[in-house]
């Protein structure tokens, strides 16, 4: 069944990059390579890009620290910045397993680490959904779009009910998960700043979207809101999506389909296809980035196989 829906998530996400371009390439516009401008439009994209992924390694350290981990600095950062390229192998569970196995070298317990994985994705999507929610909300666009008088009339109740939904669902995910199966205390302050550092990350992407629409006069109508509010849901959706490797497709399509309603086709295809390749740079440069902090990080003694964390350590064996 995992095995199907990753080949109908990977068929749907193809089909639906087909479909796009099948509609925009026709009028993809071209791009001055040779102003200085268009290079500081995709430098400053892809240095967001790489900002957002620094502190997505920070909220993950958050997150193991939560679970009582106390590894040394460094060390959860690297585990975060190397597992992402793993995000592109086909399944869209590569990174997690990479993390995983990063982890138990670092001596985590497997219990652990499998909790914090299951605790982070739940965090994220809740955040996604929130920030999703809050940046459409806040657009007069999309209000409008709503039934007659809805929109406005739910907008402020809902933006300012959602951060306290949130708030609650984690503090009653420790009540039911945690103290009732006798487990370790924890500590929801550090879940609560991990997803605050998590809206930042996704704040910080669509900010890279706008930067590469600036490449393109029809970008005129798009706004630093619309295009955040236009990543956010793609983003969302090209997470939850099984068989899209790091969205491929789906994140891609829904942020060309998205903007395509204020800057014509063509141009949101380019748009999309210019953030995808940034990505991808920029997920190889914090690849490299997370080598560079393993390497000269400390690590847990012994390395490979080191003391399980939370176990005493053990006295030296000595011979006659």
């Not at 240095?47 to 390694?57: C, E, F, M, R, T």
């Not at 990174?95 to 965090?123: F, K, N």
């Not at 891609?252 to 999309?272: H, N, P, Q, R, W």
């Amino acid at each position: 069944m995992i095995r199907m829906l990753r080949y109908l998530g990977a068929a749907a996400a193809l089909g639906l990059v087909a479909f796009v371009v099948w509609r925009g390439a026709p009028e993809l516009p071209p791009v001055d390579l040779r102003a200085p401008a268009t290079w500081g439009w995709l430098g400053t994209a892809l240095g967001l890009y790489a900002a957002s992924q620094a502190l997505g390694a920070i909220a993950w350290r958050a997150v193991l620290s939560a679970h009582g981990s106390t590894l040394p600095a460094g060390r959860a950062e690297s585990q975060f910045l190397l597992s992402q390229i793993g995000k592109y192998v086909p399944g869209n569970v590569g990174h997690l397993v990479g993390r995983y196995a990063l982890c138990r070298q670092d001596g985590v317990p497997g219990a652990r680490i499998g909790s914090a994985l299951t605790m982070e994705i739940g965090v994220l999507l809740a955040t996604a959904a929130l920030v999703s929610a809050e940046l459409l909300l806040a657009l007069p666009a999309f209000r409008g779009a709503l039934a007659t008088g809805l929109g406005e009339a739910v907008a402020g109740p809902v933006t300012g009910l959602m951060p306290v939904l949130l708030i609650a669902a984690l503090a009653a995910l420790q009540v039911v998960l945690w103290r009732r199966a006798g487990r370790p205390r924890i500590a929801p302050g550090k879940l609560v700043a991990a997803g605050a550092l998590y809206a930042i990350t996704l704040v910080l992407m669509g900010l890279s979207v706008w930067c590469l629409a600036r490449l393109f006069p029809a970008a005129a109508g798009v706004d630093l809101l619309t295009a955040t509010a236009v990543f956010s849901v793609a983003w969302t959706a090209g997470f939850v999506m099984p068989g899209a490797p790091g969205g491929i497709g789906i994140r891609d399509g829904i942020v060309a389909l998205g903007l395509g309603l204020f800057m014509g086709e063509g141009a949101a295809l380019a748009v999309a296809v210019a953030h995808r390749l940034v990505s991808g740079i920029g997920d190889g440069v914090t690849f490299a980035a997370g080598l560079g902090l393993r390497a000269v990080t400390r690590a847990p003694e012994g390395g490979a196989g080191a003391r399980v964390e939370g176990t005493p350590p053990q006295p030296p064996a000595f011979r006659d």
